[in-house]
């Protein structure tokens, strides 16, 4: 499994425009063949930078999510919004427990 963190920074007074798109991403994502759970973070010393966390069971598919026409065309309405290009970490989920 692998968690991806997307990171985006808005322009002041956009977070009532950026809200509606992120839910449809996710409702979009969550019929994505892969996903499986995601949320979504205010940072609480800056409230213009929203991260959304989201947990797919391969990197394949979220490869496959990430160029999606459904993907690409949201985020075309939520790129107008932010002060810069979001940033985007893919890491995989270690094990740490022993067996």
């Not at 989201?54 to 065309?73: I, M, N, P």
């Not at 919004?81 to 995989?92: A, D, H, M, R, T």
């Amino acid at each position: 499994m692998i968690r991806v963190v997307i990171q985006r920074k808005l322009k002041e007074g956009k977070k009532g425009d950026l809200l509606p798109l992120l839910r449809a991403l996710r409702a979009a994502a969550m019929s994505h063949s892969g996903y499986i759970h995601g949320e979504s973070l205010v940072r609480t010393e800056d409230p213009s930078v929203i991260s959304v966390l989201s947990t797919w069971q391969s990197l394949e598919e979220w490869k496959a999510w990430e160029k999606s026409e459904q993907r690409v065309k949201l985020y075309e309405k939520i790129e107008p919004l932010l002060v810069e290009k979001p940033g985007v970490s893919v890491y995989l989920i270690m094990a740490t427990e022993e067996k």
